[in-house]
Structures are given as C-alpha cells and as structure tokens.
C-alpha cells in the first residue's frame, strides 16, 4: 500500500515548455487534489476532483489544466510554463472522511 | 470563499515549555479543522483534527480547541521536544461533500534544546 504517489521528483523547464505531473492513489479515495506550496504562503489549492469523472477550480488555477484520467490518477498538466509556476506541487487525496493524505511532492523550477 | 489566518509566523520556545499556535476562519459554515505537521522536505502530515460539533481534542502531548461563535482555533503542544521542530499548519474544510481545505500559511516552530 504506497498511498499517494507523485512523478517525477524534481524537474527543471524553460520558460514555455509543458509538462505533466502524475498523481496516483491505491486507498480507493473518490477526491484528489492538487496544491502549490510556495515560501510564505502556505498550500494553495490549484484543481480538485471531488470524484471521478469531475473536475473544479480551486483557488489558483490559471496556467493549469487537470485530469482525472481515473479513480486512482489525477494529473496536472503545465501548458506553457512560466517562472511564477516555480513552486512545491503537493497532490493528496481523501476517502469518506474528511482526512487529506498528501503525497511526496514535485519540485518544479521554471528558468 | 474562505480565509485562514495563522498566528504567529515564527515560534522559538524552550525544550519542556508549551506552544501555542492560533488560527482563525472566516466561513461560518466551514466544519472541519485539520492540523498538519511539515518537516524540511516532506510532504504535511495531519497531526490531529477537530470537528464543528467538538470544543476540544486531545492527543498524547497534542491538543486542539475550537471556538465556533468566535471562529478560531488553537493548537498546543506540551512538554515540547527538539523533534517537536517543523513548520505547522492549521487549516479550515468548507466545500460539503468535496472536502476542500483552506490553509493558513504556517507557523515554523523550533525547540531549542
């Protein structure tokens, strides 16, 4: 049972690239989330998926698209990435209840 | 939507002494009050969580306590210890049946030993 877990580790772009980060969870959880962490300010929710097949905006969702590809895999999709997207990307996900288990995290740097 | 301040920002305390952490929300109808641990490096773990219908919980040298008429919420930890040491945050669910959450941005505590 690994719980959530995120690739890749690191990755570095250039200013315009795209990338997808995965996300995948073995606890047979309905809800997945994508968070930035950045200095200072907290997590800040990007995209969630209450359950499958459904996706909604969070808090700060510009230059993101997600999908819930299915029950397990949640990935968050970087189109055209710029410097401001240098963050921490945390994916978690929750069961019936209201607990959040987050996984390992992304460090992402964008030149 | 909601808003989660956190308070203070940066925590020194002695080995032995108590910390306190302190959170309040803006959303009346938010229900559900999760603490979570961060070490450098590693992914935040919930340490222990409060519900609406709940005033306090406690937790082995971890305790919490909500005040849902002045909307804030407190984290104390006892008898401190250097392992004690990390960022924590404090955050507020009020997305019905989504269970989004909202976090304050944290409060790095360090335990000089």
């Known amino acids: 049972n690994a719980g959530v877990t995120q690739t890749p580790k690191f990755q570095v772009l250039k200013t315009g690239q795209s990338m997808t980060l995965q996300c995948a969870q073995d606890m047979n959880h309905n809800s997945m989330y994508w968070y930035r962490q950045d200095p200072g300010m907290g997590l800040r929710l990007i995209y969630y998926?209450?359950?499958?097949?459904?996706?909604d905006k969070g808090e700060v969702p510009n230059g993101y698209n997600v999908s819930r590809l299915n029950k397990r895999e949640f990935s968050l999709r970087l189109e055209s990435a710029a410097p401001s997207q240098t963050s921490v990307y945390f994916c978690?996900?929750?069961?019936?209840?209201?607990?959040?288990?987050f996984g390992p995290g992304t460090r992402l740097t964008v030149l | 939507g909601e808003n989660v301040e956190q308070h203070p920002s940066t925590l020194s305390v002695q080995e032995g002494d108590s910390a306190v952490i302190k959170c309040t929300y803006s959303?009346?109808?938010?229900?559900?009050f999760p603490w979570y641990k961060q070490e450098l490096g590693k992914r935040p773990q919930l340490i222990i969580d409060i519900r609406s219908n709940v005033g306090e919980k406690k937790d082995q040298r971890i305790a919490v306590t909500l005040n849902k008429t002045a909307k804030h919420f407190s984290l104390h930890i006892t008898e401190t210890q250097p392992e004690d040491s990390a960022v924590y945050f404090c955050?507020?669910?009020?997305?019905?049946?989504?269970?989004?959450?909202?976090f304050g941005k944290g409060t790095k505590l360090s335990v000089i030993p």
């Open positions: 955050a507020a669910c009020h997305g019905a049946g989504s269970y989004q959450l909202t």
């Open positions: 998926s209450a359950s499958e097949g459904t996706t």
């Open positions: 959303d009346s109808a938010s229900n559900y």
């Open positions: 978690a996900s929750t069961g019936s209840t209201d607990t959040q288990y």
